[in-house]
Nanobody, 123 residues
Framework: QVQLVESGGGLVQAGGSLRLSCAASGRTGSSYAMGWFRQAPGKEREFVAAISWSGGSTYYSDSVKGRFTISRDNAKNTVYLQMNSLKPEDTAVYYC????????????????WGQGTQVTVSS
């Protein structure tokens, strides 16, 4: 089992930046790929970014490519999402997820999820 805890969300003006963190605990000795997803009110959970265990491969949705950067520090069991040039449409609850075997954009494939952190971007 892996427990995930997100932090770093908040209220920011359009054009601003935030950095989200996702700290993993429990069975962290295994090689997990990690993903970030978001869910706005009334909408389905959508893929934001993913990173392989080594950090050598990353994958972004078209809506955040060039603005967001996913990274990880395996010594700290932490994954980050640096969000720049934020837009009001980025407002959502952001979740991190982990999986031993899957590296991709489908939320149904991830086994472990955090509780989420709210990001609100004002215009």
């Amino acid at each position: 089992q892996v427990q995930l805890v997100e932090s770093g969300g908040g209220l920011v003006q359009a054009g601003g930046s935030l950095r989200l963190s996702c700290a993993a605990s429990g069975r962290t000795g295994s090689s997990y790929a990690m993903g970030w997803f978001r869910q706005a009110p009334g909408k389905e959970r959508e893929f934001v970014a993913a990173i392989s265990w080594s950090g050598g491969s990353t994958y972004y949705s078209d809506s955040v490519k060039g603005r967001f950067t996913i990274s990880r520090d395996n010594a700290k069991n932490t994954v980050y999402l640096q969000m720049n040039s934020l837009k009001p449409e980025d407002t959502a609850v952001y979740y991190c997820a982990a999986d031993l075997q899957y590296f991709g954009s489908s939320p149904r494939e991830y086994d472990y999820w955090g509780q989420g952190t709210q990001v609100t971007v004002s215009s």
